[in-house]
């Protein structure tokens, strides 16, 4: 069983900057499609960012030109580069890493991003 811990979230005002890590307990880390979402309170939880396992990145359409997904498949590890944030952009932020639609994903616990005005 997979385990995802997140780490990196914290309290920063708007403009500032934050960078998310998403550490896997996997020796095939490079075969999955590692994905972050957040949720707000009294919201659904969305996707913001994925990379693939070659490297296919799709971002929201609120985050594009502000956020960057990267991995290191030879850390185990991905990562979420925020920057000139938004008080929108608080919550609660998941790793997520799938190998396909047919078996369930694994998530992190996810950690806090608070953006203030």
């Given at each position: 069983q997979m385990q995802l811990v997140e780490s990196g979230g914290g309290l920063v005002q708007a403009g500032g900057s934050l960078r998310l890590s998403c550490a896997a307990s996997?020796?095939?880390?490079?075969?999955?499609?590692?994905g972050w979402y957040r949720q707000a309170p009294g919201t659904q939880r969305e996707l913001v960012a994925s990379i693939s396992s070659r490297g296919d990145?799709?971002?929201s359409d609120s985050v594009k030109g502000r956020f960057t997904i990267s991995r290191d498949n030879t850390k185990n590890?991905?990562?979420?580069?925020?920057?000139?944030?938004?008080?929108?952009?608080?919550?609660?932020?998941?790793?997520n890493a799938r190998v396909n639609d047919l078996m369930p994903p694994y998530w992190g616990r996810g950690?806090?991003?608070?953006?203030?005005s």
């Open positions: 996997t020796s095939i880390f490079s075969i999955y499609t590692m990145i799709d971002y590890t991905v990562y979420l580069q925020m920057n000139s944030l938004k008080p929108d952009d608080t919550g609660t932020y998941y790793c950690t806090q991003v608070t953006v203030s």
